[in-house]
């Protein structure tokens, strides 16, 4: 019993390099985080900026990691994980420096273009799967999807505050600043592998097998609508916030904090009974339908400072639900021999759904306001909760 106790824990040096790891994805994900509270607000002032123009320079990020994510996962395979981790992170770190400089909205889409195209996330998630054993694998992904939570409700709440007293550039120079320190700790502690284990990295011979798994396309599809709704999301709710509560920009730390730490806490007892009482379809749904109601009363009662606050407790307790399950759904999901692949799919179906909600998302403000865009999140959170209750009746329907 103790032996087994001992080869499921992280050796010393496991747990090193997931802590490295998971310090990357740490610093390239709060630059990334940063804006998404302020970049509504402050994009305004920018040259050329309409609706539009800001939803597509949120969303573009989206769309060059959603095309680079297996690219780069290809190619770690032949020159080594590091490299490429190093060259992304030099890619977001130039983004982020011309985005910084841009006084107009273009520049600024360019600058999250290039920023995107540092698509390092399935690369730094082989990477954890070369440093450790199969049997301390899951707690290994446990670290990093820790960190990539915390992450978000730290960027969320940091954004305004660096930009209160830096402005949207103050943002992109601090997020320079963090892809810097990432190349630095790529270098210093990332291994160099040139071998890999087989299903850890992306296989194009195993890409039918995963787009045609059902289970893996239902999984594909729930993250792409999620950050489509959550980036269409932010370029609405920081005009609500500020109409309701007049907290502009810079100043909306102070709703965002308590918002935060109250998902935090609430969000627990639903992955507890998620994970350890095998409640995890129930869960999910309640999380979509949590999804849809934070959105329904934003619509209908966005006028409203109570309706607001409740409105977004409601959301990110059901963002931080769905953003636990999901990978340890997939995880589940994927064939032994396509691990690799099938989380490259799911990474790019999460960051072509930011590019979806961003560019879509600019358009519906652009032709309606807030009212047009939050009809527009909320019709894709109906059809994603309609999907998964008919795939949940059309399993059951043979048992029953």
């Not at 360019?110 to 540092?118: E, F, P, S, T, V």
């Not at 054993?133 to 899951?138: H, K, P, Y």
């Not at 320079?176 to 990295?201: D, K, M, N």
């Not at 709703?255 to 350890?276: D, S």
Request: glycine share 12%; charged share 10%.
């Amino acid at each position: 019993m103790s032996r087994n106790r001992n080869q499921a824990s992280l050796s010393a040096t496991e747990f090193r390099s997931t802590a490295a790891i998971a310090a990357i994805y740490m610093s390239r994900l709060l630059g990334l985080f940063m804006i998404y509270p302020v970049f509504a607000h402050f994009a305004g002032g920018l040259r050329g900026a309409t609706p539009t123009t800001i939803g597509l320079a949120l969303g573009v990020y989206g769309l060059t990691q959603g095309l680079l994510q297996i690219p780069f996962g290809l190619l770690s395979d032949r020159v080594g994980r590091r490299r490429m981790v190093v060259f992304g992170l030099a890619m977001f770190c130039l983004g982020s420096i011309v985005a910084a400089l841009s006084s107009a909205i273009w520049g600024v889409l360019i600058g999250r273009a290039l920023q995107g195209a540092g698509a390092i996330g399935s690369v730094l998630l082989a990477s954890v799967a070369d440093v450790t054993r199969a049997e301390t694998r899951t707690r290994a992904m446990a670290i990093v999807g820790v960190s990539i939570g915390f992450s978000f409700m730290v960027a969320v709440v940091l954004g305004p505050l660096v930009a209160y007293f830096g402005g949207l550039s103050g943002i992109f120079w601090l997020t320079a600043a963090l892809a810097l320190v990432g190349i630095g700790i790529a270098a210093a502690v990332l291994p160099s592998r040139e071998t890999h284990e087989a299903g850890v990295g992306i296989a194009p011979t195993r890409f039918r097998q995963v787009l045609t798994d059902r289970r893996l396309l239902e999984l594909d599809f729930a993250i792409f609508i999620l950050h489509a709704t959550m980036t269409a999301l932010f370029l609405a709710v920081p005009g609500i916030v500020a109409r309701t509560m007049g907290l502009h920009g810079g100043s909306a730390w102070v709703l965002y904090l308590p918002v935060l730490a109250a998902a935090a806490v609430l969000m627990v007892p639903f992955v507890i009974a998620a994970e350890k009482h095998g409640r995890m379809t129930q869960m999910r749904l309640l999380a979509i339908a949590g999804i849809g109601g934070s959105e329904l009363l934003l619509l209908v009662l966005g006028g409203s400072a109570v309706a607001v606050v409740a409105g977004l407790v409601l959301f990110f307790t059901a963002f931080t639900v769905l953003e636990a399950l999901l990978p340890s759904l997939l995880t589940k999901a994927a064939p032994a021999s396509a691990k690799g692949t099938a989380s490259g799919i799911y990474s790019s179906s999460q960051f072509i759904g930011i590019f979806v909600g961003g560019s879509l998302g600019g358009m519906a403000m652009q032709q309606g306001g807030p009212g047009a865009l939050l009809a527009f999140v909320l019709a894709l959170t109906v059809v994603w909760g309609a999907s998964q209750t008919v795939r949940r009746r059309a399993a059951e329907g043979p048992a029953g």
